[in-house]
Protein backbone atom coordinates (compact mmCIF):
# COMPACT_ATOMS: atom_id res chain seq x y z
CA UNK A 1 0.00 0.00 0.00
CA UNK A 2 2.42 2.60 1.33
CA UNK A 3 4.76 1.87 -2.22
CA UNK A 4 2.09 2.08 -4.52
CA UNK A 5 1.21 5.54 -2.44
CA UNK A 6 4.27 6.77 -2.83
CA UNK A 7 5.26 5.91 -6.19
CA UNK A 8 1.58 7.24 -7.00
CA UNK A 9 2.69 10.68 -5.93
CA UNK A 10 6.08 10.79 -7.78
CA UNK A 11 4.24 9.61 -11.10
CA UNK A 12 1.86 12.84 -10.27
CA UNK A 13 4.56 14.89 -9.57
CA UNK A 14 6.20 14.02 -12.91
CA UNK A 15 3.44 14.52 -15.26
CA UNK A 16 2.63 17.99 -13.61
CA UNK A 17 6.63 18.94 -14.00
CA UNK A 18 6.14 17.44 -17.52
CA UNK A 19 3.02 19.28 -18.16
CA UNK A 20 4.87 22.66 -17.41
CA UNK A 21 7.71 21.57 -19.36
CA UNK A 22 5.43 21.20 -22.29
CA UNK A 23 3.60 24.67 -22.04
CA UNK A 24 7.18 26.36 -22.08
CA UNK A 25 7.64 24.42 -25.41
CA UNK A 26 4.06 25.06 -26.96
CA UNK A 27 4.21 28.93 -25.98
CA UNK A 28 7.63 29.19 -27.37
CA UNK A 29 6.45 27.21 -30.46
CA UNK A 30 2.99 28.08 -31.06
CA UNK A 31 2.79 31.97 -29.46
CA UNK A 32 -0.22 31.03 -27.32
CA UNK A 33 -0.68 35.01 -26.51
CA UNK A 34 -0.56 35.82 -29.88
CA UNK A 35 -2.89 32.77 -30.62
CA UNK A 36 -5.23 33.24 -27.56
CA UNK A 37 -5.10 37.02 -26.79
CA UNK A 38 -3.80 38.42 -30.56
CA UNK A 39 -0.80 39.97 -28.69
CA UNK A 40 2.32 41.28 -31.09
CA UNK A 41 3.91 37.87 -32.03
CA UNK A 42 7.52 37.34 -31.02
CA UNK A 43 10.17 35.13 -32.35
CA UNK A 44 10.86 31.45 -31.37
CA UNK A 45 13.81 31.64 -28.50
CA UNK A 46 14.94 28.19 -28.73
CA UNK A 47 17.75 29.19 -25.69
CA UNK A 48 14.64 30.82 -23.50
CA UNK A 49 13.04 27.67 -23.84
CA UNK A 50 16.12 25.83 -23.06
CA UNK A 51 16.95 27.86 -19.85
CA UNK A 52 13.17 27.61 -18.66
CA UNK A 53 12.70 23.55 -19.33
CA UNK A 54 16.44 23.48 -17.18
CA UNK A 55 14.79 25.93 -14.44
CA UNK A 56 11.57 23.56 -14.06
CA UNK A 57 13.80 20.15 -14.29
CA UNK A 58 15.56 21.13 -11.53
CA UNK A 59 12.80 22.07 -9.55
CA UNK A 60 11.25 19.14 -10.49
CA UNK A 61 13.70 17.03 -9.09
CA UNK A 62 14.04 19.06 -6.31
CA UNK A 63 10.42 18.16 -5.37
CA UNK A 64 10.16 15.39 -6.42
CA UNK A 65 13.53 14.38 -4.19
CA UNK A 66 11.71 15.70 -1.29
CA UNK A 67 8.34 13.86 -1.95
CA UNK A 68 10.29 10.42 -1.78
CA UNK A 69 12.20 11.34 0.94
CA UNK A 70 9.38 12.25 3.11
CA UNK A 71 6.86 9.38 2.14
CA UNK A 72 9.77 6.79 3.23
CA UNK A 73 9.64 8.61 6.73
CA UNK A 74 5.66 7.95 7.35
CA UNK A 75 4.62 4.75 8.85
CA UNK A 76 1.38 2.96 7.92
CA UNK A 77 -0.74 0.76 10.13
CA UNK A 78 -2.72 -1.48 8.05
CA UNK A 79 -4.06 -5.13 7.40
CA UNK A 80 -5.43 -7.07 10.52
CA UNK A 81 -4.65 -6.95 14.21
CA UNK A 82 -5.31 -9.72 15.99
CA UNK A 83 -6.87 -7.87 19.47
CA UNK A 84 -7.21 -10.26 22.40
CA UNK A 85 -10.94 -9.21 23.68
CA UNK A 86 -10.30 -9.13 27.06
CA UNK A 87 -6.52 -7.23 27.60
CA UNK A 88 -6.59 -5.44 24.22
CA UNK A 89 -3.12 -6.80 23.32
CA UNK A 90 -2.32 -7.15 20.17
CA UNK A 91 -0.64 -10.36 18.45
CA UNK A 92 2.50 -10.42 16.37
CA UNK A 93 4.39 -13.34 15.49
CA UNK A 94 2.40 -15.28 17.82
CA UNK A 95 4.06 -12.45 21.03
CA UNK A 96 1.17 -10.67 22.36
CA UNK A 97 2.45 -7.26 22.86
CA UNK A 98 0.23 -3.97 24.53
CA UNK A 99 -1.64 -2.08 22.07
CA UNK A 100 0.30 0.86 23.24
CA UNK A 101 4.11 -0.47 22.44
CA UNK A 102 2.44 -1.66 18.87
CA UNK A 103 1.37 1.69 17.45
CA UNK A 104 4.08 3.60 18.75
CA UNK A 105 6.57 0.97 17.38
CA UNK A 106 4.37 1.33 13.99
CA UNK A 107 3.35 4.71 13.82
CA UNK A 108 4.35 8.40 14.50
CA UNK A 109 1.80 8.46 16.81
CA UNK A 110 2.36 9.32 20.71
CA UNK A 111 0.05 8.12 23.46
CA UNK A 112 -1.02 9.81 26.62
CA UNK A 113 -3.15 8.20 29.19
CA UNK A 114 -6.20 9.55 31.07
CA UNK A 115 -9.89 8.03 32.09
CA UNK A 116 -13.04 8.75 30.48
CA UNK A 117 -15.98 9.53 32.49
CA UNK A 118 -17.51 5.93 32.78
CA UNK A 119 -13.48 4.50 33.82
CA UNK A 120 -13.63 7.66 36.45
CA UNK A 121 -17.11 6.43 37.87
CA UNK A 122 -16.68 3.23 37.83
CA UNK A 123 -13.39 3.13 39.47
CA UNK A 124 -12.97 6.11 41.83
CA UNK A 125 -16.62 7.02 41.76
CA UNK A 126 -16.84 6.12 45.63
CA UNK A 127 -14.01 8.52 46.43
CA UNK A 128 -15.37 11.15 44.25
CA UNK A 129 -19.00 10.46 46.24
CA UNK A 130 -17.26 10.65 49.66
CA UNK A 131 -15.32 13.61 48.80
CA UNK A 132 -17.96 15.56 47.36
CA UNK A 133 -19.80 14.30 51.09
CA UNK A 134 -17.05 16.00 53.04
CA UNK A 135 -17.06 19.22 51.45
CA UNK A 136 -20.82 19.58 51.57
CA UNK A 137 -20.59 19.01 55.26
CA UNK A 138 -17.93 21.78 55.63
Known amino acids: MKKRITKMLIVYDSIGFGAAMLAIWLDEIIDIP ?3 F ?3 ATPINITEAIIESMMVLFLGIGVITA ?3 LLKKIKYLE ?3 PVCSFCKKIRV ?3 WIPIVDYVS ?3 AAQFS ?3 CPQCVEEHYGRYLKDKTRKVSQE
Open 38 to 40: GAE
Open 93 to 95: NDK
Open 67 to 69: TWS
Open 113 to 115: HGC
Open 79 to 81: GFL
Open 105 to 107: DHS
Open 34 to 36: SLL
